[in-house]
């Protein structure tokens, strides 16, 4: 099954208004750096790079253009609704995050645990 991350790709790629969804994903807080899967960063990033044109503001490129700078692109069916979605990647951020800063802690308690204990 396809990841959180790829469904909320596809879902933002494949509605009737692309560039509306994205505007809603961006105003639900979703950024390129939440996201866990390498390719969908780069994707994401690259989306948002050309709906930022200044000469053609506010589009979304094509699937068909998407293929042509990612070939290894496949888009996955969303089994959730768009909102959740939007939650599960900011849920996996919030969690990567935090077993980086736990692991970071727990590894600390050996060499410096005043230090960990003021973090």
Same mark, same amino acid.
């Given at each position: 099954?396809?990841?959180?991350?790829?469904?909320?790709?596809?879902?933002?790629?494949?509605?009737?208004?692309?560039?509306?969804?994205?505007?809603?994903?961006?105003?639900?807080?979703?950024?390129?750096?939440?996201?866990?899967?390498?390719?969908?960063?780069?994707?994401?990033?690259? =989306? !948002?790079?050309? /709906?930022? @044109?200044?000469?053609?503001?506010?589009?979304?490129?094509?699937?068909? $253009?998407?293929?042509?700078?990612?070939?290894?692109?496949?888009?996955?069916?969303?089994?959730?609704?768009?909102?959740?979605?939007?939650?599960? =990647? !900011?849920?996996? /951020?919030? @969690?990567?995050?935090?077993?980086?800063?736990?692991?970071?802690?727990? $590894?600390?308690?050996?060499?410096?645990?005043?230090?960990?204990?003021?973090?």
């Amino acid at each position: 099954m396809a990841s959180w991350d790829h469904q909320l790709l596809a879902a933002v790629l494949t509605d009737e208004n692309p560039s509306a969804r994205f505007e809603r994903a961006e105003r639900a807080g979703i950024t390129y750096n939440q996201f866990g899967s390498p390719e969908v960063k780069a994707i994401w990033s690259r =989306v !948002k790079t050309h /709906y930022e @044109r200044l000469n053609n503001y506010g589009h979304i490129p094509s699937v068909q $253009t998407l293929a042509e700078w990612y070939p290894s692109l496949e888009l996955a069916k969303p089994v959730e609704n768009f909102d959740d979605l939007c939650e599960k =990647v !900011k849920d996996g /951020y919030m @969690r990567r995050r935090l077993d980086k800063y736990l692991t970071e802690a727990i $590894t600390g308690l050996h060499t410096d645990p005043a230090a960990v204990a003021a973090t």
